[in-house]
């Protein structure tokens, strides 16, 4: 087993950027891993789980024949949620972004 994987990473390890984590094809050209824009990725998140969330809750409730579109709205908020409590658990890791 690689004990590298198992290691305990600190801000220290984010702040110099972990080798090839996104890009497996960085290991062949020695091409520098990029960075997430994790900000960016939070807002965008919390703004579609708003979003989505009120204008399904306002579908269902005030245009009943709209129904499906609602549902499909409040499932795209719940992700958008999931994906909100995601970003800012690597955030508070420390990654970067």
């Keep these: 087993m690689d004990e590298r994987r198992h290691e305990e990473?600190?801000?220290a390890h984010y702040a110099r950027g972990l080798p090839g984590?996104?890009?497996?094809?960085?290991?062949?050209?020695?091409?520098?891993?990029?960075?997430s824009a994790l900000?960016?990725?939070?807002?965008?998140?919390?703004f579609g789980t708003i979003f989505c969330l009120g204008s399904g809750v306002a579908l269902l409730v005030?245009?009943?024949?709209?129904?499906?579109?609602?549902?499909?709205l409040v499932a795209l908020g719940i992700v958008a949620l999931l994906d909100l409590g995601w970003v800012a658990h690597r955030k508070r890791r420390g990654e970067p972004g």
């Design 62 to 72: 005030y245009l009943p024949p709209l129904a499906w579109f609602g549902w499909l």
């Design 39 to 46: 900000t960016l990725r939070l807002w965008l998140a919390g």
């Design 9 to 11: 990473r600190t801000r």
């Design 21 to 35: 984590y996104h890009d497996w094809f960085a290991r062949l050209t020695g091409a520098p891993s990029g960075l």
